[in-house]
């Protein structure tokens, strides 16, 4: 069975850094390209960011370009989203999310972890 | 960016009865790359339809989908209890990748 794991998630203060992390199982980790999505608490979705299987293409999203940064570690099958100078908007469930492609255009996103929840506040 | 606008916001049916949302872009969707995705409470999202109109393995054959271009359409042909939920439509096929703001399908 495919599966998506989040981890890393919690409260951090306006400017503070954390980082995620998505353990995937049931599949050839490294031959899919990965995303980050968030979703704000009652709201819709919001792509954040990607990375092609072999984790030499990356991509982001305007809000968080130049502050967080996508990698993947394909020997440990984990997919990491290190975040900097976060922001109360940045406050989200993020999900992790497996796509059917080896790159990120042209190719859906077909599973989803359950999401961890980030939250920026004083 | 491709911008989806969704619409109704919230749409009231009962069990049984058939429902049609409605993704629209600000641009052509290359090549329909457009998914369905469905959302309950405390769940991650769930693959319904990509292509514009293939149903993802799993789905039951009352979710299908179809459109081109701009416009797009989710159709359930009799809701179960279980399809009351939200519902994003998401195009893959440009930079950056976007969502419309979802539909609410709720239990008249």
């Known amino acids: 069975e495919v599966q998506l794991v989040e981890s890393g998630g919690g409260l951090v203060q306006p400017g503070g850094s954390l980082r995620l992390s998505c353990a995937g199982s049931?599949?050839?980790?490294?031959?899919?390209?990965m995303s980050w999505v968030r979703q704000v608490p009652g709201r819709g979705l919001e792509w954040v960011s990607a990375t092609s299987g072999p984790g030499g293409s990356r991509y982001y999203a305007d809000s968080v370009n130049g502050r967080f940064t996508i990698s993947r570690d394909n020997s440990k099958n984990t997919l990491y989203l290190q975040m900097n100078s976060l922001r109360a908007e940045d406050t989200a469930v993020y999900y992790c999310?497996?796509?059917?492609?080896?790159?990120?255009?042209?190719?859906?996103?077909?599973?989803w972890g359950k999401g961890t929840t980030v939250t920026v506040s004083s | 960016e491709i911008v989806l606008t969704q619409s109704p916001g919230t749409l009231s049916l009962s069990p049984g009865e058939r429902a049609t949302l409605s993704c629209r872009a600000s641009?052509?969707?290359?090549?329909?790359?457009l998914a369905w995705f469905q959302q309950k409470p405390g769940q991650a999202p769930r693959l319904l339809i990509y292509g514009a109109s293939s149903r993802a393995t799993g789905i039951p054959d009352r979710f299908s989908g179809s459109g081109s271009g701009t416009d797009f359409t989710l159709t359930i042909s009799r809701l179960e209890p279980e399809d009351f939920a939200v519902y994003y439509c998401h195009q893959y096929g440009g930079s950056p990748y976007t969502f419309g703001q979802g539909t609410k399908l709720e239990i008249k």
């Open positions: 999310a497996k796509s059917v492609g080896l790159t990120l255009y042209y190719y859906y996103m077909d599973v």
């Open positions: 641009q052509s969707v290359s090549s329909n790359y």
């Open positions: 049931g599949f050839t980790f490294s031959s899919y390209a």
